[in-house]
Structures are given as C-alpha cells and as structure tokens.
C-alpha cells in the first residue's frame, strides 16, 4: 500500500464481545498519536455496548456502518473461550461491508475472525504462539508462522499477542509516512520505535537477572558506531565478556543474535538516511555500515522487498530519474 496521502486515513475498530481491553486501546493510542494522518473509530457488530474479559463492559460509539468508510480495519482479540471455527454471531455481515480496497489487521486472537471469514485462505499468518495448534487444526489452508510478531502481507496483516500489536500498528505507521513519523509515535506513546515483525515471539529469559555485565551499554555503543564494521569480537570485546558469554547474554536481553540485531539496526539507519536526505545509495551504505550499495540493496529488498530507490520514491514522492549512484 503506498503512504496515505490528502485526507487523513480512518481506521475502524472493531470489537467483539470479550474482547481484550489492553489491546482494544492499542489502535486508538498509536494512530491518534499521528492525528493529522489518521483518525480512529470503535465499532461493534449492533452499536451496542461490548463486553470485555474483565469485569467490565465498553460502550461504543459506532455501529456496524463505520466500517463501509474504513481505509484500515483492526480486529483486536477476544476471549479465547470464545473462539470458534465459525465467525461470532453477525461479523460476516459486518465484514462484508468493508470496503474491497481497505486493509485488514488483526491482533492475536482476531486471526481467528480472518481466518473463518476466508480471508486468510492461502497466505501466511501470524497469531499467539500458544493457540498455534488449535489454528492449524481448524484452518490447514492458511500458512500459519507461530514464532513472528506480526506478518504483513501487503492487505492483511496479523500479528501474535498484546505488544506484538503495538508493534505491527507502529510498522503501519512507518510503512504509510516513514521513520519519521513512526518514530514521533514511538516516543509520544513510550515504546521501542522498531521491532522487526520477524522477531521471535517467545523469548526463554525476557528478563535477565540483572547484573552490571549486561549488553545494553554495547548496544548503545553500537549505534554510535554504526558506520563501522563492528565484528562480533569488538563488541563483546566493549562489553568485556567472552565471545561465547556475549552472544549468550545478548540473546537473552534481546531475542535474538548480535549479528541480526546489527544488521536489523543498519537497515533502519539506511531507511531513516533515504528518507531525510539526499545522499547517493553508496553514501547511505556506508554511513549505515553496509560495505556497498550492492550489499544495502541486497539487505533492504530482504527486509522490505524494495529497492533504495523505491523506497525513496515512495517516502518522497521523488518523480525525476536518478543521478548516478542514487
């Protein structure tokens, strides 16, 4: 989808009885954190009050014909004693008056509701790593990947639970205005600006003990240092550790490898680079610590499926033939 553009883009929530009140809220607190780009409404299926898993009931403002206007529709997650190979009683209805070109996005559970409307059939898919089992035994045509934070294929994309939807609403944001913006968002709501969809969603120790040997400072430090090639040696080498102790501890803390947490970070300099300036791809390679263009190009179409020019173009709207080198 490329970056909304002229009236502000209207993203309606829809919420099912039972629905989660933590992720409810989500939608409204990341993209009304950009009010001049988007504006959020609430729906239920009847325009009636819904009640959640807590103790308490929301009242809405909507009805079920806020989304025939929708640009982007979010389902967030239910109940899971309320899930079900068919759709609640009058989502299909509801679903059908979406408009044809809106995109659809779902949060934990609401893959379900994507899932038993068809809308899932075919393509790859994310929701909570504990419900995987029960997905793939009711819906096998859908290409489910348990071990994502979210999944984003072009009109559809689902992610797993709770933060995880924080995460996939902040990489709409990115997507549709850039890092700019997205990462505004992030500090107005105090969450990470980026965590790749790719990430696991079930890390063994998310909270380490904690000890003055931690990697955080090294990470710091990396960022500083992005420029340079940065080996795994230098880094547990700042960290004053072993190799073998460095990559266990920043596993730990982060979730992942040095190497893909580097590589992940390269690749947001690069993008944040293309957007807000107009340096040569070979000049934001290397100041994003990719030895070439060759090797920006290679890491960017991996991450986002599109080349340096491409992305530029899409976040500035570049019309004009590149000089050499850009």
Not at 229 to 236: F, N, V
Request: charged share 20%.
């Amino acid at each position: 989808m490329s970056p909304v553009t002229g009236d502000r883009h209207r993203v309606v929530v829809l919420a099912l009885d039972g629905v989660y009140p933590f992720e409810l809220g989500i939608p409204s607190r990341v993209f009304e954190s950009a009010a001049e780009h988007y504006e959020v409404l609430t729906c239920s299926v009847d325009g009636g009050p819904v009640s959640t898993n807590s103790d308490f009931s929301v009242a809405v403002e909507h009805g079920p014909e806020a989304l025939r206007t929708a640009d982007t529709v979010v389902l967030p997650p239910f109940d899971m004693s309320l899930l079900s190979r068919e759709l609640p009683a009058g989502v299909a209805e509801a679903l059908a008056s979406v408009p044809a070109g809106a995109r659809l996005v779902s949060i934990c559970t609401g893959a379900f509701v994507l899932a038993a409307a068809g809308l899932l059939d075919g393509r790859p898919a994310t929701t909570h790593w504990a419900l995987a089992a029960v997905f793939r035994q009711w819906f096998p045509q859908v290409a489910l990947d348990p071990d994502v934070l979210f999944v984003d294929d072009g009109d559809v994309l689902t992610s797993a639970g709770a933060a995880s939807g924080v995460d996939a609403c902040l990489h709409l944001v990115r997507k549709d205005h850039g890092t700019a913006v997205a990462n505004h968002v992030a500090r107005a709501c105090v969450v990470p600006p980026w965590r790749d969809g790719g990430q696991a969603q079930y890390i063994e120790q998310p909270v380490p003990e904690a000890t003055a040997n931690g990697t955080s400072a090294t990470r710091q430090w990396a960022l500083e240092n992005l420029h340079e090639p940065l080996t795994l040696g230098e880094l547990a080498g700042h960290a004053r550790m072993s190799l073998r102790t460095f990559a266990r501890r920043f596993d730990e803390e982060v979730g992942m490898s040095p190497g893909r947490w580097l590589i992940q970070q390269r690749v947001a300099r690069a993008r944040h680079l293309l957007e807000s300036t107009d340096l040569a791809v070979d000049e934001v390679a290397r100041r994003a610590g990719f030895t070439t263009g060759t090797s920006l190009r290679q890491h960017l179409h991996a991450a986002i499926g599109v080349s340096p020019l491409a992305y530029r173009r899409t976040f500035r709207g570049e019309t004009a033939l590149p000089s050499p080198g850009r």
